[in-house]
């Protein structure tokens, strides 16, 4: 790919934070009018490119470079962001995407196919449905399930999508575009620490974690606080803080992540002990036994919390899913090229979910790649990556897409 620029990558995504961030950092939330001017410059920049521009039944934006063959090399991820959002969280996959397309185009007709997709609403601020475009498209999200949730304005997740010319009910049409894919890239920020901590740019990603999410309803008495004793009271909040710390207690390793993000405690006044409390628990783990092992642990911690505390404990689940585990050839492919960018070739899983991790679960074959997160801060203005990290990983994406390319082509004959 003599003609591929990292740098013009670069330009791109700095040209994008212009349009449609603010000082509060990017505000490209999916089914706004910022995310479609987002999109009308992503069309400006595809059309420059002898590539076919449309969108499927589920909002997904995609550009198809014909090939000698239909297999589908397919590289993505979503420019959508959250509210005062990161400048490369998405963006990088996409616009790294652009500039190994626009390299792959240079050289005329590729072997077999090749596609950027930029996954619709991947978010799911507005609505609470992360992987909204790409867990539709592959049959993760059921549309019925979707269409009637609403924001904090009241409008509907279908009528929101109506307005930028998606019928929800018609999404899962959109699988189709996946039946010629034999790989799926994903670029992505690492958002995480752990590049920065050994000084590399560029990680080969293996998996994605596996997730429990529960809603913890803990039931307790509301009393008078100034005159009830401390030794008759059924404190709901003293309850949860305990079981907050037991959520910790149960991560085992470096790969484990436990967090409790709310706490909503009732009446929530000075003067009342709090006889209710609410709380979410997420747990994840890239193996399956265990995060079992991790939810099995703080709900006997619980158990027994409740007792000696004089509370109710309910426990419900409200999100589940599997660990998923990338393809190991394209794995290799990935550490063959991250090695040939920095000389050694990191293995990380991630904790976050991706497109990336829907596309897997459907049956393409699928990796990513992460570049160093400044400091491991994203989803906030002050995101960052060195321009030289991005760069690598632009460069290792495309290493990565001849490599798939090759292989899908060898593959087809
Ligand atoms: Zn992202």
């Not at 499927?56 to 198809?64: H, S, T, V, Y």
């Not at 619709?120 to 609470?128: K, L």
């Amino acid at each position: 790919m003599a003609s591929l620029d990292p740098a013009r990558a670069v330009a791109d995504l700095r040209t994008l934070r212009e349009l449609t961030g603010d000082e509060h950092g990017a505000q490209r939330l999916a089914w706004t009018g910022t995310w479609a001017r987002a999109r009308a410059w992503l069309r400006e920049r595809l059309a420059e490119l002898p590539v076919e521009v449309d969108t499927d039944e589920a909002g997904n934006l995609w550009a198809r470079l014909p090939g000698a063959s239909e297999r589908t090399v397919v590289i993505g991820s979503h420019v959508d962001s959250v509210p005062d959002g990161g400048w490369l969280d998405g963006a990088l996959g996409v616009l790294g995407g652009l500039e190994v397309m626009r390299a792959i185009a240079a050289e005329g007709e590729p072997p077999v196919t090749v596609a950027l997709v930029d996954w619709a609403d991947e978010e799911g601020a507005r609505f609470g449905r992360s992987l909204l475009g790409s867990g539709l498209a592959t049959g993760a999200l059921d549309p019925e399930a979707v269409a009637g949730d609403v924001d904090r304005d009241g409008v509907t997740l279908a009528d929101a999508l109506r307005e930028h010319g998606v019928d929800v009910r018609r999404a899962p049409a959109a699988r189709a575009r996946l039946d010629a894919a034999a790989a799926y890239l994903e670029l992505h920020i690492e958002q995480g620490p752990m590049l920065e901590r050994r000084g590399l740019p560029v990680a080969v990603v293996t998996g994605t974690a596996g997730v429990e999410r529960h809603v913890v309803r803990v039931r307790g008495q509301a009393v008078q606080g100034g005159a009830f004793p401390m030794d008759a009271r059924r404190d709901a909040l003293v309850a949860a803080a305990r079981l907050v710390l037991e959520v910790r207690a149960a991560a085992p390793d470096e790969r484990s992540r436990a967090t409790v993000g709310d706490v909503r405690a009732h009446p929530g006044i000075p003067t009342a002990v709090p006889g209710a409390c609410e709380l979410i628990v997420d747990q994840r783990h890239p193996d399956a036994d265990v995060l079992a092992g991790m939810l099995a642990a703080v709900r006997r911690a619980g158990d027994r919390i409740a007792e000696e505390e004089g509370v109710a404990i309910e426990w419900e689940r409200t999100w589940r899913i599997a660990p998923v585990a990338f393809d190991p050839g394209l794995v290799e492919l990935a550490e063959a090229a991250v090695q040939a960018e920095a000389g050694e070739a990191p293995r990380l899983f991630s904790g976050a979910l991706h497109d990336a991790a829907a596309v897997a679960q459907a049956g393409v074959p699928t990796v990513m790649l992460f570049v160093q997160s400044r400091g491991g801060i994203s989803h906030h203005r002050d995101e960052d990556t060195a321009p030289e990290h991005l760069e690598a990983g632009v460069r290792t994406l495309a290493r990565l897409a001849e490599g798939a390319i090759e292989r899908a082509s060898a593959a087809g004959t």
